[in-house]
């Protein structure tokens, strides 16, 4: 079997689903290659330059390998500027790579000017015409080596982003064509969230013999007829992963201690609105695992992909540091207001801490079913700052509950916790299409396509869209304590770079 992670997204790390189902198949003795056809795909654009237009793009060409290798410096993180430079080049030479093919691209997104990851004809048009597609070249050359010579019968994609989409339908047009006997599944994040939607029938049977939902690896090994008995939880490997070619300075391990959310409450999140399960690995189990996967791969940064890290997994973490640094996304809750948990925390390795405020106003908070006291809160990002933990607070306007009122009491908490707020990301919301409360408010057509997953809506006291981005434009992020902090965000790989940033 042959396992992709095809492109696009942000060429940091390699992928966590991909080697879970690595893990499964290699416990069952499954023959099986794996490839990152992401960042394998990007470098072979990258190292195939189109002729150059521009003055920009003439320089960023010239100046490629060594903004390649910048990415690959701590130092280049110790100057923003450089950095900066570096994202802004090698992006530049993405971007002129899918100029004539249609595709808008760069090292973090993936779309096209006519066709629409949302429509499903247009994911099978894509599939129609691999060739059209910017990483034809790549993926035809790499894909029949593989095949040819393994004998691969399985073929199957991880598709978790929007952004991989179009690329993901090209590599299955280009297999269903060039070897019709392939049986091709296709699972991932993303389509289980396609499968999740209201009347879900699967429009691309002609071309997927399989779709899967949810964790894959025993649906996988079900599919396979695997031998023997079937793990609860298999760890993931990432030994077949080209682990040094990632844009980052040293390997970053990414790593899920669960599955669905411990919280699963909040109005409007889509693991709620899907139903997820809440599947934890026990905490003894994940440190166990994370002890051997950072004795075998010595990484600069670990990263917990976690929904939110549970405090079992946190307080381990903190008992028994790992050897390496490490963030990842949590709760604020009341451990964190132990000041002494905290900096047990930061001498753990606790560089960054990713935290989903959402609001500054506490109805709205109250409203939405997050759990959270503002007091708390306030608290929280004070301790953090004092242990030395960056925080990268998320914000989302526009919820049902909130009007302008609401949204300037957001602005005053970030001014008011300027100091102790590292890194800001700011989101509109988006009204889940499945979730509860859809039916609860008049909704509107919102993104044109048969596999959206959002629903537009009337707001309850006027507060649209439009409102809301000329607010955040305008008013929010004009406020020159709050430019101060959107400013450390590293361009284009924001989060995922940030703790390199956080000190």
Same mark, same amino acid.
């Given at each position: ?365 109250? +409203?939405?079913?997050? !759990?959270? #006291?503002?007091?708390?809160?306030? =608290?929280? %990002?004070? &301790?953090?700052? /004092?242990?030395?933990? @960056? ?66 809506? +009337?707001?309850?006291? !006027?507060? #649209?869209?439009?409102?809301?981005? =000329?607010? %955040?434009? &305008?008013?929010? /992020?004009?406020?020159? @304590? ?22």
């Amino acid at each position: 079997m042959l396992l992709i992670h095809p492109p696009l997204i942000k060429p940091c790390e390699p992928p966590a689903g991909i080697a879970k189902l690595s893990g499964a198949l290699n416990a069952h003795g499954i023959p099986h290659q794996v490839l990152d056809a992401n960042i394998e795909g990007i470098l072979y654009l990258l190292k195939h330059p189109r002729t150059a237009f521009d003055t920009w793009t003439r320089r960023a060409v010239k100046n490629l390998t060594n903004n390649i290798t910048a990415f690959r410096d701590l130092r280049t993180y110790q100057s923003p500027d450089r950095y900066s430079r570096a994202v802004r080049d090698v992006n530049r030479v993405l971007e002129v790579a899918g100029k004539d093919s249609g595709a808008i691209l760069g090292l973090a997104d993936y779309r096209h000017q006519n066709l629409s990851s949302l429509r499903s004809a247009d994911l099978i048009t894509a599939a129609e015409h691999p060739e059209e597609n910017p990483f034809y070249p790549y993926f035809k050359m790499r894909l029949s080596n593989f095949i040819d010579r393994d004998e691969t019968g399985t073929v199957g994609l991880s598709l978790n982003y929007l952004s991989q989409a179009l690329c993901a339908f090209a590599m299955i047009g280009y297999l269903r064509k060039e070897f019709p006997g392939l049986k091709i599944v296709l699972g991932g994040g993303l389509v289980s969230s396609w499968m999740k939607r209201p009347g879900w029938r699967n429009p691309f049977a002609g071309l997927v013999d399989h779709c899967i939902a949810g964790p894959g690896e025993h649906s996988l090994l079900d599919l396979l007829a695997a031998s023997g008995m079937k793990q609860k939880h298999y760890p993931p490997d990432y030994s077949s992963l080209p682990l040094h070619d990632y844009l980052s300075p040293g390997f970053i391990l990414p790593y899920s201690g669960s599955s669905g959310c411990y919280w699963s409450k909040c109005m409007f999140c889509p693991e709620t609105a899907e139903d997820n399960p809440y599947v934890p690995i026990p905490a003894p189990v994940a440190m166990a695992e994370l002890a051997n996967l950072v004795e075998k791969t010595k990484p600069a940064l670990l990263h917990l992909l976690d929904n939110s890290i549970s405090p079992a997994l946190m307080r381990a973490l903190a008992e028994k540091p790992l050897g390496a640094p490490w963030y990842g996304f949590t709760r604020i809750d009341k451990d964190l207001l132990d000041m002494d948990y905290c900096m047990q925390l930061k001498r753990s390795g606790c560089v960054m801490l990713k935290l989903g405020l959402e609001s500054g106003d506490q109805g709205v908070l109250d +409203k939405m079913q997050k !759990g959270i #006291d503002l007091g708390t809160a306030s =608290q929280v %990002l004070q &301790n953090l700052h /004092k242990a030395g933990i @960056a925080t990268y607070i998320y914000l989302l306007f526009g919820t049902p509950a909130e009007t302008i009122m609401e949204a300037r009491k957001t602005l005053e908490f970030v001014v008011r916790h300027k100091d102790a707020i590292k890194f800001l990301n700011l989101a509109i919301f988006n009204m889940p299409l499945c979730g509860q409360e859809a039916g609860e408010i008049e909704t509107e057509p919102f993104y044109e396509g048969d596999l959206s997953l959002y629903t537009g809506f +009337k707001h309850p006291q !006027g507060w #649209d869209r439009k409102q809301v981005r =000329q607010f %955040l434009d &305008n008013e929010f /992020k004009k406020h020159p @304590a709050i430019s101060s902090i959107l400013k450390n965000n590293p361009p284009l790989f924001t989060s995922n770079h940030a703790a390199f940033f956080a000190n």
